[in-house]
T-cell receptor, first 114, second 113 residues
């Protein structure tokens, strides 16, 4: 597609529920990034893929967070046993090669944990 | 790890006024610098970027930014804003060959017609 597509746009989860957030990057983009943006803050890095390889997951806040990109295109961010502090906008971005070539961001998924 | 500071989180100004948003970063090595903009209800978009060369960078929609290495700064400017510039502006940095962007907290800019 023309841009990075994320689904769902909005997700309300009960505390303790598992959620899965999907990202469809731009076709042919090698690099894929996940960011978490809390209210009133800038995006915070979560994890980075180059093709199917997860090269950096140092930003994942706990072992409840898991990301995959099994075929080097679509990626899923999974959050297990959601907590209220997980409420945020989750942004996906893709890049043709590295971040320095500029990311294209998706519109994000707004997760609210109640 | 690098950090990015943006001050004056909320800025309100009238159309035709000049805008300057400050950005300072902490990393002392080679850096790549970016400004992103997020219009209401839209995704983050790249305004401009600096990798090397002329420290005065021109971006889209009349924005420019100046890299001052000695001050670890990359301030964003626009001489005359329009109502359509109402948005949130984020400064971001990559450094040391690291692929991850480090963002500032953003500046919420409101332009009054």
């Amino acid at each position: 597609g023309a841009g990075v597509s994320q689904s769902p746009r909005y997700k309300v989860a009960k505390r303790g529920q598992d959620v899965a957030l999907r990202c469809d990057p731009i076709s042919g983009h090698v690099s894929l990034f996940w960011y978490q943006q809390a209210l009133g803050q800038g995006p915070e890095f979560l994890t980075y893929f180059q093709n199917e390889a997860q090269l950096d997951k140092s930003g994942l806040p706990s072992d409840r967070f898991f990301a995959e990109r099994p075929e080097g295109s679509v990626s899923t961010l999974k959050i297990q046993r959601t907590q209220q502090e997980d409420s945020a906008v989750y942004l996906c971005a893709s890049s043709l090669r590295t971040a320095n070539y500029g990311y294209t961001f998706g519109s994000g998924t707004r997760l609210t944990v109640v | 790890a690098q950090s990015v500071s943006q001050h004056n989180h909320h800025v309100i100004l009238s159309e035709a006024a000049s805008l300057e948003l400050g950005c300072n970063y902490s990393y002392g090595g080679t850096v790549n610098l970016f400004w992103y903009v997020q219009y209401p209800g839209q995704h983050l978009q790249l305004l401009l970027k600096y990798f090397s060369g002329d420290p005065l960078v021109k971006g889209i929609k009349g924005f420019e930014a100046e890299f001052i290495k000695s001050k670890f700064s990359f301030n964003l400017r626009k001489p005359s804003v329009q109502w359509s510039d109402t948005a949130e502006y984020f400064c971001a940095v990559t450094s040391g060959g690291n692929n991850r962007l480090a963002f500032g907290k953003g500046n919420q800019v409101v332009v009054i017609p």
